[in-house]
């Protein structure tokens, strides 16, 4: 039975547990991580890289081939066994080569599933839950599943809750425990002993796994970790969520299986024929053999069932550079719409700005001083009209409520490289303007330590810490809105004496809190009030009657990356939002100065939101380009306008309030630094900078990858369906007028090669190809859009050309020019009559089969030639819709993968016709160095004349 932590007092569970206050070290950390092992639910098995391989052999034309693999194999011993075959490698030459593209094909398709894979898996640990933790005395930021019992954690509002722990620290802390209660209402949390018979719903002194943190903040010590915890009991066991099927792939596969019926349907018409004409000489048995391997060779080459597989791969290898722009890619699908998109909602601090709050001013005795400095380095000066000033007592006062009324954390990093906060940024800002004067927090808190805390909420606008002083006093600091500070102010600190607040006063604080807000800046009033040592105060009571010391404002300076990042959104017709819980004024301030706010456009607030209904503000929405005073969610709201008009919408996002509009989003974007967990969970994409650049970064990747799917997409169409009309020409005159006359100019085995060659490494290397020149410069593309839109004239040009070069070359060396690669003595099988013998090695044989022989193996070496090269030429006018490769000047050089693959797939291709062995296995005669030349002038027709027919553009005009 499971120990009964609630029902222990904190310091027994505490002492049950082998911990103290400052936490466990890291070495009993790993001890208890090998002991409990990791903090994770059992997950079901997964495929193992033999079960990938298999499955590759489930495709039902790798199965095809395998029935010809078998069927040929059976054939073989037969002809060897009567004699037919002269040897072993002749009579299985047909098995050799298909079962080594058998074996190819499979090995090609499980690599690429691996690689898939393993990206996957590396993007899910990029994306792994992290948690805070005491180790060794100080927080630290570990993996979620490196959590071991003992272990405190540190949350806050918005901490998804790691493991289940007991509550040893509380702060207005409130948790939501409907994933195992059902009930959504937030339970409070306090230190409470309860009864061992307590249910889980009735725990208020335990945390969940898989709740999360709603409200406040506090501390907890583990209890119990992965399937030990109560989540764990009732969870046989955590599904890994399953990629989901992308729009483009469920496209491109009923494209696919719409090809596959139509090229069924010929395939079987062309094999009823070569059938046919093996029945009409006499059934023949190897005459109906090679029609059954041409009609499962022309089924492999012609239907496109690479095409769903490599917009995976795509998609894959795309993820891996949006990580190396700083987006992690949760659901390969958000990838693909990611190149739609239209309009980007973002937050403003933090993304479109720096997130350093920066404090830039501080009114003190009705006078202005200005901090100068950036971000969270503590470097800077104090200047008053623009000489660096002495900080005096009222300032240095200003600047030390900031400080200590204050649950942020400054710290340098281990490297040294930055420095980094631990909280609110406007909190670090306070810290690092108090750290510029010399007031380290640090000390500041050994010499006026916290004895109380009244925490900040979006109700009060204020926040309220109780410390004691040097002298022995009793001081409340208090930070808040300036209006809510004043409201609760009865004096005003004037050069060190507290002076009665009169209306005039007041309305001078007011006047410069709208001086300060209209320059863009967030202001934080600070006031303070001395309180007797020996008396207990009500929260209320302590925050009446204040001492008004002064105002301090600061401002998140916009990144110059956003600027230039929302140039390429406006260049690339997406709209930018910005939406903020800011004042109007300094949203609008910032808007201007990064660009996305003009004249014409308008502005929202929440409360123009409370009162704007659904329906008007579909009408508005594509006006708007600010929302200032906005609460999350109202986000919702807005992603549903925009939805309604016919957008594709990316939302950011990082609060728990966000997720409803970040889920609801054609593109979640969560915050991976300030982003809660719940967030990060709703959403698509994770932005491991919070870098509004980045997002624009990921925008273009997507573009790119869809663009590449395109191109792979148009090479294949393009390709794969010429030697269906070639063989289905010369297997329909055959039937007319005799084999003899028209035989088939492409053999199974040469067709299956190509299909390899071609649409192997060279047509995959596209989905790595680099990005055009003008992918940010066009408007996205409209979401019904079909994947080959634009290509119809492409496609048929390419199809027509291939066909016609392979028929062309093949009749020129068959009935044109028969015998001319032979000797002198060779002679055109045509004017021999049938019956004429010759002597051939020592016997004797037929002298117009034998001539056709030779000039039929000349004439479907270059038929193989041609077609192999021109899909191999064409495919490099496939890399670019507009831009011919004479056009793409050092362009057409980046990609080295394609390059390599091109010259790799040329030299094998032509190598094979002047190796003994792979002559013998595909049929294959040398080519002269004239033949080769006239062969490839043909097959260039691809890389010169089709470009000129359909992109419209002057090819030779090299960039």
């Known amino acids: 039975m499971a120990k009964a932590w609630h029902a222990g007092k904190t310091d027994e569970v505490m002492k049950e547990l082998n911990v103290t206050s400052k936490g466990l070290t890291t070495q009993e950390a790993q001890e208890r991580l090998k002991k409990y092992g990791y903090n994770e639910l059992v997950e079901k098995k997964r495929r193992t890289a033999l079960h990938m391989f298999l499955d590759e052999f489930k495709d039902i034309f790798i199965l095809l081939l395998i029935a010809a693999v078998i069927f040929s194999a059976i054939i073989g011993y037969y002809e060897l066994s009567i004699g037919a075959a002269d040897q072993v490698l002749e009579a299985y030459a047909d098995v050799i080569i298909i079962g080594a593209i058998v074996i190819m094909v499979a090995i090609t398709g499980f690599v690429q599933e691996y690689r898939a894979s393993k990206a996957l898996e590396a993007m899910k640990k990029l994306t792994a839950p992290k948690a805070r933790v005491i180790r060794d005395g100080i927080e630290v930021i570990i993996p979620a599943?490196?959590?071991?019992?003992?272990?405190?954690?540190?949350l806050e509002s918005g901490d998804h809750v790691p493991a289940d722990a007991r509550v040893i620290e509380t702060i207005e802390l409130k948790t939501v425990e409907s994933v195992l209660t059902g009930e959504s209402t937030p339970v409070n949390k306090d230190l409470s002993v309860l009864s061992e018979e307590a249910p889980i719903s009735e725990r208020s002194n335990m945390l969940f796994t898989a709740t999360h943190v709603v409200y406040g903040r506090g501390k907890a010590v583990v209890t119990a970790t992965g399937m030990n915890t109560e989540f764990g009991k009732i969870a046989e066991m955590v599904q890994t969520t399953e990629e989901e099927t992308t729009p483009l792939q469920r496209k491109l596969n009923?494209?696919?299986?719409?090809?596959?019926?139509?090229?069924?349907?010929?395939?079987?018409?062309?094999?009823?024929?070569?059938?046919?004409?093996?029945?009409?000489?006499?059934?023949?048995?190897?005459?109906?053999?090679?029609?059954?391997?041409?009609?499962?060779?022309?089924?492999?080459?012609?239907?496109?069932?690479?095409?769903?597989?490599?917009?995976?791969?795509?998609?894959?290898?795309?993820?891996?550079?949006?990580?190396?722009?700083?987006?992690?890619?949760?659901?390969?699908?958000?990838?693909?719409?990611?190149?739609?998109?239209?309009?980007?909602?973002?937050?403003?601090?933090?993304?479109?700005?720096?997130?350093?709050?920066?404090?830039?001013?501080?009114?003190?005795?009705?006078?202005?001083?200005?901090?100068?400095?950036?971000?969270?380095?503590?470097k800077g000066e104090f200047k008053c009209n623009n000489q660096i000033m002495d900080v005096d007592k009222d300032t240095e006062l200003l600047l030390r409520i900031g400080t200590l009324c204050n649950n942020a954390q400054l710290r340098n990093r281990e490297d040294k490289c930055a420095w980094e906060i631990f909280g609110d940024p406007t909190?670090?800002?306070?810290?690092?303007?108090?750290?510029?004067?010399?007031?380290?927090?640090?000390?500041?808190?050994?010499?006026?330590?916290?004895?109380?805390?009244?925490?900040?909420?979006?109700?009060?606008?204020?926040?309220?810490?109780?410390?004691?002083?040097?002298?022995?006093?009793?001081?409340?600091?208090?930070?808040?809105?300036?209006?809510?500070?004043?409201?609760?102010?009865?004096?005003?600190?004037?050069?060190?004496?507290?002076?009665?607040?009169?209306?005039?006063?007041?309305?001078?604080?007011?006047?410069?809190?709208?001086q300060l807000a209209s320059n863009a800046l967030r202001v934080l009033a600070m006031a303070y009030k001395r309180l007797p040592s020996d008396v207990e105060y009500a929260d209320e009571a302590i925050e009446e009657g204040l001492v008004f010391v002064g105002l301090e404002g600061m401002i998140d300076p916009?990144?110059?990356?956003?600027?230039?990042?929302?140039?390429?959104?406006?260049?690339?017709?997406?709209?930018?939002?910005?939406?903020?819980?800011?004042?109007?004024?300094?949203?609008?301030?910032?808007?201007?100065?990064?660009?996305?706010?003009?004249?014409?456009?308008?502005?929202?607030?929440?409360?123009?939101?409370?009162?704007?209904?659904?329906?008007?503000?579909?009408?508005?929405?594509?006006?708007?380009?600010?929302?200032?005073?906005?609460?999350?969610?109202?986000?919702?709201?807005?992603?549903?306008?925009?939805?309604?008009?016919?957008?594709?919408?990316?939302?950011?996002?990082?609060?728990?309030?966000?997720?409803?509009?970040?889920?609801?989003?054609?593109?979640?974007?969560?915050?991976?630094?300030?982003?809660?967990?719940?967030?990060?969970?709703?959403?698509?994409?994770?932005?491991?900078?919070?870098?509004?650049?980045?997002?624009?970064?990921?925008?273009?990747e997507g573009r790119v990858i869809y663009d590449n799917i395109r191109k792979y997409a148009r090479f294949l169409i393009a390709c794969n369906f010429?030697?269906?009309?070639?063989?289905?020409?010369?297997?329909?005159?055959?039937?007319?007028?005799?084999?003899?006359?028209?035989?088939?100019?492409?053999?199974?085995?040469?067709?299956?090669?190509?299909?390899?060659?071609?649409?192997?490494?060279?047509?995959?290397?596209?989905?790595?190809?680099?990005?055009?020149?003008?992918?940010?410069?066009?408007p996205p593309r409209k979401p019904n859009e079909g994947i080959l839109h634009g290509?119809?004239?492409?496609?048929?040009?390419?199809?027509?050309?291939?066909?016609?070069?392979?028929?062309?070359?093949?009749?020129?060396?068959?009935?044109?020019?028969?015998?001319?690669?032979?000797?002198?003595?060779?002679?055109?099988?045509?004017?021999?009559?049938?019956?004429?013998?010759?002597?051939?090695?020592g016997a004797t044989v037929f002298a117009r089969e034998y001539f056709r022989e030779i000039a039929y193996t000349e004439a479907i070496t270059v038929a193989f030639i041609q077609?192999?090269?021109?899909?191999?030429?064409?495919?490099?006018?496939?890399?670019?819709?507009?831009?011919?490769?004479?056009?793409?000047?050092?362009?057409?050089?980046?990609?080295?993968?394609?390059?390599?693959?091109?010259?790799?797939?040329?030299?094998?291709?032509?190598?094979?016709?002047?190796?003994?062995?792979?002559?013998?296995?595909?049929?294959?005669?040398?080519?002269?160095?004239?033949?080769?030349?006239?062969?490839?002038?043909?097959?260039?027709?691809?890389?010169?004349?089709?470009?000129?027919?359909?992109?419209?553009?002057k090819i030779w005009k090299w960039e």
């Open 558 to 700: 916009p990144r110059e990356e956003a600027i230039e990042a929302n140039k390429i959104c406006e260049k690339a017709g997406i709209k930018t939002v910005m939406i903020t819980g800011d004042h109007k004024l300094t949203a609008v301030a910032v808007a201007k100065e990064v660009g996305l706010f003009k004249d014409g456009d308008l502005v929202l607030t929440g409360a123009d939101l409370e009162k704007v209904s659904d329906e008007e503000l579909e009408q508005i929405v594509e006006k708007v380009r600010v929302y200032a005073r906005v609460s999350p969610e109202y986000k919702l709201k807005i992603v549903n306008a925009w939805k309604k008009k016919g957008h594709i919408v990316a939302m950011t996002g990082d609060g728990v309030n966000d997720a409803p509009a970040v889920k609801a989003a054609d593109v979640g974007v969560a915050m991976g630094i300030t982003g809660t967990d719940v967030t990060k969970e709703s959403s698509d994409l994770v932005l491991t900078d919070d870098n509004f650049a980045t997002i624009v970064k990921a925008v273009e």
């Open 254 to 378: 009923k494209f696919a299986s719409k090809i596959a019926k139509v090229v069924v349907a010929v395939v079987v018409i062309i094999f009823a024929l070569e059938a046919f004409e093996a029945v009409t000489q006499g059934f023949q048995i190897q005459a109906f053999i090679d029609a059954f391997l041409s009609a499962i060779a022309l089924a492999i080459s012609a239907v496109p069932e690479g095409l769903p597989a490599i917009v995976t791969v795509a998609l894959a290898l795309g993820a891996r550079e949006f990580a190396k722009r700083n987006a992690i890619v949760r659901r390969l699908s958000s990838a693909e719409s990611l190149g739609a998109v239209t309009v980007i909602c973002s937050d403003k601090t933090g993304t479109i700005t720096k997130g350093e709050m920066t404090v830039r001013q501080l009114y003190v005795n009705d006078k202005f001083s200005e901090a100068t400095g950036v971000g969270y380095e503590p």
């Open 427 to 514: 909190e670090a800002a306070l810290i690092v303007a108090a750290a510029k004067a010399g007031l380290l927090k640090t000390k500041l808190e050994e010499d006026f330590p916290r004895v109380r805390e009244i925490p900040f909420t979006s109700e009060r606008k204020r926040m309220t810490t109780v410390h004691k002083t040097p002298q022995g006093e009793v001081h409340a600091y208090v930070k808040g809105a300036p209006e809510i500070i004043l409201e609760r102010c009865t004096h005003i600190l004037e050069n060190g004496k507290e002076e009665k607040l009169t209306p005039a006063k007041k309305k001078k604080v007011l006047q410069a809190n709208e």
């Open 145 to 154: 599943r490196e959590i071991v019992p003992g272990d405190i954690l540190v």
């Open 791 to 841: 290509m119809g004239r492409f496609i048929i040009m390419s199809f027509l050309l291939q066909a016609i070069g392979t028929i062309l070359v093949f009749s020129l060396e068959y009935y044109v020019f028969p015998g001319t690669w032979m000797s002198d003595a060779a002679r055109n099988w045509q004017t021999i009559p049938a019956t004429e013998t010759m002597i051939v090695n």
């Open 722 to 778: 010429d030697e269906l009309l070639v063989i289905g020409s010369f297997a329909l005159l055959g039937g007319v007028f005799g084999p003899e006359y028209f035989p088939l100019p492409l053999l199974p085995a040469m067709i299956l090669w190509i299909n390899l060659v071609t649409d192997g490494a060279p047509a995959v290397a596209l989905a790595t190809d680099p990005p055009d020149v003008d992918v940010m410069d066009r």
């Open 867 to 953: 077609a192999a090269m021109f899909e191999l030429f064409v495919v490099w006018n496939c890399r670019s819709e507009k831009r011919s490769v004479w056009r793409m000047g050092k362009d057409a050089l980046k990609n080295k993968f394609f390059v390599i693959a091109e010259i790799v797939a040329i030299a094998a291709t032509l190598g094979i016709t002047y190796i003994p062995i792979t002559q013998q296995l595909f049929h294959l005669s040398a080519l002269t160095p004239i033949d080769l030349a006239y062969v490839l002038g043909v097959a260039a027709l691809g890389l010169v004349v089709l470009p000129e027919f359909t992109m419209n553009r």
